[in-house]
C-alpha cells in the first residue's frame, strides 16, 4: 500500500491502514505461515524416520513404526485445530488468505503431506497384517502336529500309567518325563513353522506327484545356504 505518509487514512496506527495492516493482516499472515511451517516441520520429521529405517534391524524397525504413529497423531491434532481455510467473514480478509495460502502452496503441501502419511500408516497395517498372517499360520502348524499327539494320548487314555498311588515326588518325576519331550517338540515345530506350512501346502495340492510332496517334507531338515560375503 502506498500512500502518503501525513494522511491520517494510512498512516493514523488505531483506524487507518496502518493500525488495520497491524490488528488483522499481521495476524492474517502469520496463521497462513503458521500452517506451512507446521506442514514442512511434519514433512522434515517424515523424511527423518525414513532415512532412520534400517529394515534389517528390529531396533531400527520399532523405532520407525512409533515415530510414524506419533506423526500421525500430531497430523490429526493439525488438522482438526489449525487447519482452515476461512478466517474471517469479511470479504477483504477472506480474499487476502486465500491468495496468500495460493501463493505459499500451502494446500498443495498438506496434500503431499497427508498422503505421505496415509502410505506410512498404510505400510504400518499392511506391515501388522503380513505378522498377524505369519504367526497365525504357526499357529495353525503347531496346532495340526500336536492333534496328532492329542488324538495318540487320548486314545491310550491316562490309565496307561496308574500312577495314583504313587509318591507325590514319582507323580512329579512322570510330569517332567513327558512335560519336557512335549515342550522341546512344540517349540522345534514352532521354529520349523514356516517350512512346516510350506510342506503341508505341497502336501494339500492334489495336482503335485508323491515325489515332489516327498521334496517338500525333505526341504523341512534342509539347511540354508548362505550366499558370499
Known amino acids: 500500500v502506498v500512500g502518503g505518509a501525513n494522511d491520517p487514512f494510512y498512516a493514523d496506527?488505531?483506524?487507518?491502514?496502518?493500525?488495520?495492516?497491524?490488528?488483522?493482516?499481521?495476524?492474517?499472515?502469520?496463521?497462513?505461515?503458521?500452517?506451512?511451517?507446521?506442514l514442512l516441520m511434519l514433512s522434515d520429521r517424515l523424511v527423518v524416520a525414513v532415512t532412520r529405517l534400517n529394515i534389517n534391524n528390529v531396533e531400527?524397525?520399532?523405532?520407525?513404526?512409533?515415530s510414524i504413529r506419533q506423526i500421525l497423531a500430531i497430523f490429526l491434532r493439525f488438522t482438526h485445530r489449525y487447519w482452515f481455510h476461512k478466517v474471517s467473514?469479511?470479504?477483504?480478509?477472506?480474499d487476502m488468505f486465500r491468495m496468500l495460502t495460493g501463493h505459499l502452496g500451502t494446500d498443495?503441501?498438506?496434500?503431499e503431506v497427508r498422503d505421505e502419511i496415509q502410505d506410512m500408516s498404510q505400510y504400518?497395517?499392511?506391515?501388522?497384517?503380513?505378522?498377524q498372517a505369519e504367526t497365525v499360520v504357526r499357529l495353525t502348524v503347531?496346532?495340526?502336529?500336536?492333534?496328532?499327539g492329542t488324538v495318540v494320548t487320548g486314545f491310550l487314555g491316562m490309565n496307561l500309567i496308574a500312577a495314583?498311588?504313587?509318591p507325590f515326588p514319582i507323580k512329579i518325576l512322570y510330569f517332567a518325563i513327558v512335560f519336557i519331550p512335549v515342550l522341546m517338540l512344540t517349540l522345534y515345530t514352532i521354529i520349523k513353522s514356516k517350512r512346516l506350512s510350506e510342506f503341508l501346502d505341497t502336501l494339500s495340492n492334489e495336482r503335485l506327484p508323491g515325489r515332489d510332496k516327498l521334496i517338500?517334507?525333505?526341504?523341512?531338515?534342509?539347511?540354508?545356504?548362505?550366499?558370499?560375503?
Open 13 to 38: 496506527p488505531e483506524v487507518g491502514l496502518l493500525g488495520q495492516f497491524r490488528h488483522q493482516y499481521f495476524l492474517l499472515f502469520l496463521i497462513g505461515h503458521f500452517q506451512k511451517a507446521a
Open 60 to 66: 531400527s524397525v520399532k523405532e520407525f513404526k512409533r
Open 89 to 94: 467473514n469479511q470479504v477483504p480478509a477472506h
Open 108 to 111: 498443495q503441501l498438506y496434500a
Open 124 to 131: 504400518l497395517d499392511s506391515d501388522g497384517l503380513r505378522r
Open 142 to 148: 503347531v496346532t495340526t502336529f500336536g492333534l496328532v
Open 164 to 166: 495314583a498311588e504313587n
Open 216 to 229: 517338500a517334507l525333505m526341504r523341512v531338515w534342509r539347511k540354508k545356504r548362505r550366499g558370499p560375503a
